[in-house]
């Protein structure tokens, strides 16, 4: 979530606080009154995929009353900031996240509700659920399609002051570096703040404060809900991040009108690359206070009330064209990989966690970067023939600090399996000094998925991989 229309959450490389709406106070103001409408309309199922659309992820919240969220599909992020981030989540607000049922649960009819609480001390607490996925993006040549259907909290007026319900992503490289935002991109399908019957929706890019993407502010707009006010009723919010055309598009829609549109023109390449070369994760959440509701009132304040819930019904993300399940380039049919030629870093099938960068080693292209504990990468069909492969090299560089190192390791068939081989590596002289190191690995025949995973017992960044191989 971002500060005005939309500052981030979260990023790698130190982050500002987002928020900063001044254009569009008015328009905030102008919505405010909208009509109201009966109670919440009951749970609708996840959709069928239109033609041409397949579904890589779906959630109906479908469980029993007050139980939790599947963590199959959802991590939750508690406290007031990631470990080693901006404080109050880099926004400037002040809730505690929990995984309490009392702040995040399903209804029973079909809905994730999340709560704001106020204890007797004037202490909020709320909840923050974001995907396990990071990989969410179009295939090359095609469209990625994010849509849920929302209930904003359903309080206005002085009893909503500082609710700011939320539901947008953040590109993969911030989760594990929280300092590198606007850079690695962020994309707010849907916020709302103070009870108004005003949504926005943005991009967030480039450099802050200021650069390309006028951040805090970021590449914003705004509509209204009709029909039911946002508070009153579900309505569906959707993001289409456009490959296909000859200049990329990310559009957004309520109800599926289209009211905002970002294009790759609209910035400078670098900046679009460097938001848009890698997956996104997906978030929910309801804050209180922070930069947002700051630019329309401010608030909380004694007399806001607590314990009105954000409803999702359902978050579903689909694709079309181009190939399919997003997650990285295309590397060609599974099974085609030589295990002993040269696989390239950046040609993954999947991924968490990492960004694509130029690269300055011999040979130019790209490598992957950012690469930090829990970060990982998967090539899928890596052919080893039936003479065994007993050694690993790859070609990787590091600028890390003093006392910053990881494992580079190797996984095959899935990330939850024992690694095969490894090996350590620190600083190498900087993020583009380049050195091939090797590692001896278990016996291994026939054709696997191969999962690169890095280990390390701190946050930081601790390497680049351009390239690695195989050998017997």
């Not at 090539?379 to 003093?402: C, E, I, L, T, Y």
Request: charged share 15%.
């Amino acid at each position: 979530m971002s500060d005005t229309s939309g500052i981030p959450r979260t990023l790698r490389r130190p982050r500002p606080l987002r928020r900063a709406v001044l254009a569009v106070v008015s328009t905030l103001a102008l919505a405010a009154g909208a009509a109201t409408a009966a109670s919440p309309s009951a749970s609708a199922s996840v959709p069928p995929p239109p033609s041409g659309w397949t579904q890589v992820f779906a959630d109906d919240f479908n469980g029993s009353a007050g139980s939790g969220v599947n963590t199959s599909n959802w991590q939750y992020a508690t406290g007031k900031g990631y470990p080693g981030g901006p404080a109050n989540w880099g926004t400037g607000e002040i809730e505690t996240m929990t995984s309490d049922t009392d702040n995040v649960s399903l209804d029973g009819n079909g809905n994730l509700r999340i709560t704001p609480r106020r204890d007797a001390s004037g202490n909020w607490t709320s909840g923050r659920i974001e995907t396990r996925r990071t990989d969410f993006q179009p295939p090359a040549g095609g469209k990625l399609r994010v849509e849920g259907r929302i209930q904003v909290p359903n309080v206005t007026g002085a009893a909503a002051k500082g609710y700011w319900p939320a539901f947008w992503m953040l590109g993969s490289p911030y989760r594990g570096n929280y300092w590198n935002w606007p850079a690695v991109g962020e994309l707010d399908i849907m916020e709302n703040t103070q009870g108004n019957n005003t949504v926005f929706a943005t991009m967030h890019c480039g450099t802050s404060p200021g650069g390309p993407c006028n951040e805090t502010s970021g590449i914003g707009g705004s509509t209204t809900c009709r029909g039911t006010t946002c508070q009153a009723g579900f309505h569906t919010y959707r993001m289409e991040w456009d490959r296909s055309t000859s200049v990329e598009e990310i559009r957004f829609y309520l109800d599926g009108d289209n009211f905002h549109t970002v294009r790759e023109n609209q910035v400078d390449a670098t900046t679009w690359t460097n938001a848009t070369n890698h997956g996104y994760f997906i978030i929910l959440n309801v804050a209180m206070g922070g930069g947002f509701p700051d630019a329309f009132g401010g608030g909380p304040d004694a007399g806001t009330q607590p314990g009105h819930p954000m409803l999702v019904d359902y978050v579903q993300v689909l694709t079309s064209g181009g190939g399919g399940d997003p997650g990285g380039p295309d590397p060609g049919t599974p099974g085609n990989r030589d295990a002993y030629g040269t696989i390239q870093a950046e040609s993954y099938d999947g991924q968490g966690g990492v960004m694509t960068e130029n690269t300055s080693d011999s040979g130019g292209g790209q490598n992957v970067g950012a690469l930090a504990g829990g970060d990982w990468l998967q090539f899928k069909g890596v052919a080893f023939g039936s003479d065994p492969a007993r050694q690993f090299s790859a070609r990787v560089a590091s600028g890390a600090g003093a006392g910053v190192s990881g494992l580079v390791e190797v996984r095959l068939d899935s990330r939850s399996n024992a690694p095969i081989g490894s090996f350590a590596v620190g600083n190498t002289g900087g993020w583009q000094s380049w050195r091939t190191i090797p590692a001896n690995i278990s016996n291994v025949t026939g054709t696997h998925d191969v999962y690169l995973t890095f280990t390390s017992g701190q946050p930081s960044d601790f390497v680049n991989v351009n390239w690695f191989t195989f050998g017997h």
